[in-house]
């Protein structure tokens, strides 16, 4: 494959670039190298064992010979606890922090419309006043150009064709008038001098329409800074209509950016199709276009429907400015989902809340180990010295990847630095109300797969030198996938799998003191865990609120959104919340209906009464050895029936091999009055010698027969 190369009379130059230009527009380069994919199986058996040990726990939860399974549980839960808990103060402090900078001091005045940006890069030796973009027409080669319409600024602009008729691209160069005045009164924020990066944005993307590139495009453009940056377009080559989608880009935003470029990934049989191999090839044949300095390159990733604000980028230079090794490092800020919120179901927009919470406090780790969350920087020289992006299907999670990989790489040095300017980003929608459900589910299947990551920190322990950052990496996998899904197990599957095979073998739900000791300590977790989360979740609220008006500024045009007719909005989103917790309360606990609710007390009376009426109503029995054995028996029965029906609040269910619950206590009456019924039997005659006797007697069934 060949790399299309501007005409030889025109070598347009990358901003920063020193001497010699390279080629700008469609780039496509040659066959890249193969990643040699780790060997994880055995590291994920563990991990695979795990879960199947705790659904096993589960399934057998309900017989009392494997209920001493269930402290592990208890384990489990009590260090999601401890990592809940710790979240929380995370999140707190996350807070206090977003209230220092947007709350205490005045807000920013509003950003000026961005700048044309026309001429950044390129000297004025070349041409003054104009600029060199190329756009691939490889269809129409030599055929004139315009750029379209409608630009922030307004510009004359006079397109000249100089493009070779046998070039496969066309090199426009656009004579935008009076550049210099518009340049010094289009509001650049250059009071503090030029960005100290050359700020690359890989938007990676493969069938999205046209509006949502233009939206993120529009945002970038509205940068004070946009006449520095490079878009890198990185489009799939088995999209059709790829390279047309990115020339009318090119065309709308040609003027608004230092340069945009974009590349066609041609999918490799040994790839994962998917953002990490899209991205690994842009980037990698960015690297060899990038002129001057390489180090001097920082690469921000973010999704197709990602809007930047400006502070994001403020707070990048700010935050690598103060460390002693900038480009060794990577920078994340949280995600929040406002762009569109009416038309997604609500249970969607719950999840998505909560997955963006828990990712928020993520970022702000105390020991600056974290994972981003689909939009992060780093630079282009750190990219390049751990091996670009893995492309093997193990590493489908590539912002979680990539960083582990960078701290793998680096020994440890790679730090994870937060940047708190939240990036906007659409929810996940189907056409319909069932597909956007389902869409959501597949999304957080794919999520679930960064499982593997937690094998591949175990497979890269020895190669990295050991640090309490290495063992903090190691508990941030486990919490971010393992944890979760045995402590659910534990306070979501299991009581309910438990109640409902109690309900299906007894007839009655078990009382809460009659569950295993075991299950007594989850619930009480799984309510403290619901406390943190809650906790968390409202902290999460105020931030949004403080995003919103602050930072994206969408509550200007709205005076009343905080008023009190507004707060079912937020008694929502915490009742959907709470719906993913609810067994948690309820399941942990049994409740029986009024055939299983007998104490034993109860029990004892209904035996003693029992007991009184056969002695009253006897019938005389066959021998004075069988009377004196029935006695004994009906005695035995009916003390029988009163201590197995005063422990049965306190003891676990004990089938013999199947599940046995709240109904203990109604069968300690039933052995009690088949006990008195038995004694009543052997009693003797009345002396008035009346030979019929009563069929039942109080608090039993059926008396057998005197003569059986």
């Known amino acids: 494959m060949g790399v299309a190369e ?3 009379k025109f070598k347009p130059k990358l901003p920063g670039g020193g001497g010699g230009g390279g080629p700008v527009g469609y780039v496509c380069g040659a066959p890249l190298p193969r990643c040699r994919e780790p060997y994880l199986y055995p590291f994920k058996l563990p991990l695979v064992a795990v879960t199947l040990t705790a659904v096993a726990l589960v399934l057998l939860s309900p017989w009392p010979r494997y209920q ?24 707190a402090t996350l807070l206090r922090t977003y209230r220092r900078l947007y709350l205490a001091a005045p807000p920013p005045a509003p950003e000026a419309p961005g700048a044309p940006g026309c001429g950044a890069g390129l000297k004025e030796a070349t041409m003054p006043g104009a600029k060199v973009m190329l756009v691939d027409a490889p269809s129409r080669p030599g055929h004139k150009k315009a750029l379209r319409k409608g630009h922030r600024s307004t510009l004359s602009l006079d397109a000249v064709d100089c493009c070779d008729q046998a070039a ?3 090199a426009l160069v656009i004579d935008c008038e009076d550049w210099s005045e518009s340049a010094s009164g289009s509001g650049s924020d250059w009071a503090a001098g030029p960005p100290r990066w050359n700020h690359v944005f890989v938007i990676p993307n493969y069938k999205e329409d046209m509006a949502t590139l233009t939206a993120t495009l529009e945002q970038l453009a509205g940068h004070a800074w946009a006449s520095s940056y490079t878009i890198l377009l990185a489009m799939e080559s088995k999209e059709v209509g790829a390279a047309h989608k990115a020339g009318q880009l090119q065309e709308q935003f040609g003027c608004s950016f230092a340069s945009i470029v974009f590349t066609l990934h041609v999918l490799d049989p040994a790839e994962m199709p998917g953002k990490a191999s899209n991205v690994n090839s842009a980037v990698r044949q960015f690297y060899h276009m990038a002129p001057g300095d390489r180090a001097a390159y920082m690469l921000t990733i973010i999704d197709a429907d990602a809007l930047v604000p ?7 230079e700010s935050a690598s400015a103060a460390q002693p090794n900038p480009g060794g490092n990577v920078y994340a800020a949280p995600v929040l989902f406002e762009q569109d919120n009416s038309g997604v179901p609500g249970i969607v927009r719950a999840t998505d809340y909560m997955w963006s919470a828990l990712a928020a406090q993520n970022l702000s780790s105390w020991f600056e180990v974290g994972f981003p969350i ?11 010295d751990i091996g670009y992006w893995d492309t093997f299907a193990d590493a489908i999670g590539e912002d979680m990847h990539m960083y582990i990989k960078a701290f793998l790489a680096t020994h440890g040095a790679a730090r994870l630095l937060p940047l708190h300017a939240p990036i906007n980003m659409a929810h996940i929608q189907g056409p319909n109300y069932l597909r956007s459900l389902w869409a959501r589910f597949l999304q957080a299947e794919r999520h679930m797969r960064g499982v593997a990551d937690t094998a591949y920190v175990m497979y890269g322990w020895p190669s990295a030198a050991f640090s309490w950052r290495k063992v903090v990496l190691l508990v941030a996998c486990l919490e971010a996938h393992m944890i979760p899904v045995v402590t659910l197990s534990a306070l979501v599957l299991l009581p309910v799998y438990y109640n409902l095979v109690m309900a299906a073998t007894t007839g009655a739900l078990p009382r809460p003191g009659a569950l295993p000791a075991p299950m007594r300590v989850l619930s009480v977790l799984g309510q403290a865990n619901l406390v943190c989360v809650v906790f968390i979740l409202a902290c999460y609220e105020h931030l949004r609120g403080i995003v919103r008006r602050h930072v994206y500024r969408l509550m200007d045009g709205d005076k009343h959104e905080r008023c009190w007719w507004n707060c079912p909005r937020y008694v929502l989103h915490v009742a959907n919340y709470l719906t993913l917790f609810v067994s948690v309360g309820d399941g942990g606990s049994g409740g029986g209906d009024g055939s299983g609710s007998d104490d034993g007390g109860e029990a004892a009376r209904r035996a003693r009464a029992g007991s009184a009426g056969a002695g009253a109503e006897a019938c005389e029995p066959r021998s004075p050895r069988l009377s004196a054995a029935a006695g004994d028996a009906g005695s035995e029965g009916s003390d029988a029936g009163s201590r197995r029906g005063g422990a049965a609040s306190a003891a676990p269910a004990s089938p013999p091999d199947a599940p046995r619950g709240g109904g203990d206590t109604a069968r300690g009456g039933a052995a009690a009055a088949k006990g008195a019924a038995a004694a009543g039997a052997a009693a003797p005659r009345r002396a008035d010698g009346g030979g019929r006797r009563r069929r039942r007697v109080r608090g039993g069934g059926a008396a057998p027969r005197a003569d059986a």
């Open 168 to 170: 496969e691209s066309v």
């Open 374 to 384: 689909s939009n992060y920087s780093l630079s282009l020289k750190l990219v390049h």
């Open 310 to 316: 400006f502070e994001y980028v403020q707070q990048l």
């Open 6 to 8: 501007s005409p030889a």
């Open 68 to 91: 001493a399974g269930l402290w592990a549980f208890v384990f489990f839960s009590s260090c999601s606890l401890v990592s809940v808990a710790c979240q929380a103060v995370r999140m």
